[in-house]
Structures are given as structure tokens and as C-alpha cells.
């Protein structure tokens, strides 16, 4: 089992930034690529970014490639996401997920979930 414990959410008015973090607990950390994902209200679970278990292979969905940035440290059992240059259209829970296996987009694939962390951003 792993547990995820995300953090860093809140209200931030466009084009500003936010850190999001993903703690991690349970089995060894760097076993698990890792990846985010946003859900608006009333519309299924996106793909955000992801990574994989040593950092050096990362993905991020169109909108919002040059904007965030997937990080991690395994030495802290954490991963990150930098979001800058926020938009209204960004506003929604993310969810850090870990797969035990190769780094993916797809959701389905992820093992292990966390309970989410509310972004909302103003225009």
C-alpha cells in the first residue's frame, strides 16, 4: 500500500502561482512513476502531468505545457507540481496518483490515489 497526502491548494487570482505536494508513505517511493490529475466540477478526471521514478522522463497535457512543472525528490518521498500563470480554467481538485509501473497519461493505469487538493483560481 501507499498512501498520498496532497498540499498546497487555495485561491489565487489569474496568472498567479501556486506548489502543489504530494507526500507519499508505505512502500518505497521511487519504485512508482507518479502523476496529477484535475477534475472540474461536472467533468471527468484530466490528465495533468506525470513523471517518471527517477525524474528523468516527464509528460504534461497540452494546456498546460510551458505553465506547471512535475517534479520529485525520492530522498523525501514527494512530488510537486509548480503551476504558473494560472487561468480561471485551471480551477479544480488535483490528485497526485502513484503506478507501479511505467509512466503513463492514463488514468486507469495509477494504482494509488490521494483524497485531492482544492485549486481555485479568479479572474
Known amino acids: 500500500q501507499v498512501q498520498l497526502v496532497e498540499s498546497g491548494g487555495g485561491l489565487v487570482q489569474a496568472g498567479g502561482s501556486l506548489r502543489l505536494s504530494c507526500a507519499a508513505s508505505g512502500r518505497t517511493f521511487s519504485n512508482y512513476a507518479m502523476g496529477w490529475f484535475s477534475q472540474a466540477p461536472g467533468k471527468e478526471r484530466e490528465f495533468v502531468a506525470a513523471?517518471?521514478?527517477?525524474?528523468?522522463?516527464?509528460f504534461y497535457a497540452n494546456s498546460v505545457k510551458g505553465r506547471f512543472t512535475i517534479s520529485r525528490d525520492n530522498a523525501k518521498n514527494t512530488v510537486y507540481l509548480q503551476m504558473n500563470s494560472l487561468k480561471p480554467e485551471d480551477t479544480a481538485v488535483y490528485y497526485c496518483?502513484?503506478?507501479?509501473?511505467?509512466?503513463?497519461?492514463?488514468?486507469?493505469?495509477?494504482?494509488?490515489w490521494g483524497q485531492g487538493t482544492q485549486v481555485t483560481v479568479s479572474s
Open positions: 496518483a502513484a503506478n507501479e509501473g511505467v509512466v503513463t497519461k492514463r488514468s486507469p493505469e495509477y494504482d494509488y
Open positions: 513523471i517518471s521514478w527517477s525524474g528523468g522522463s516527464t
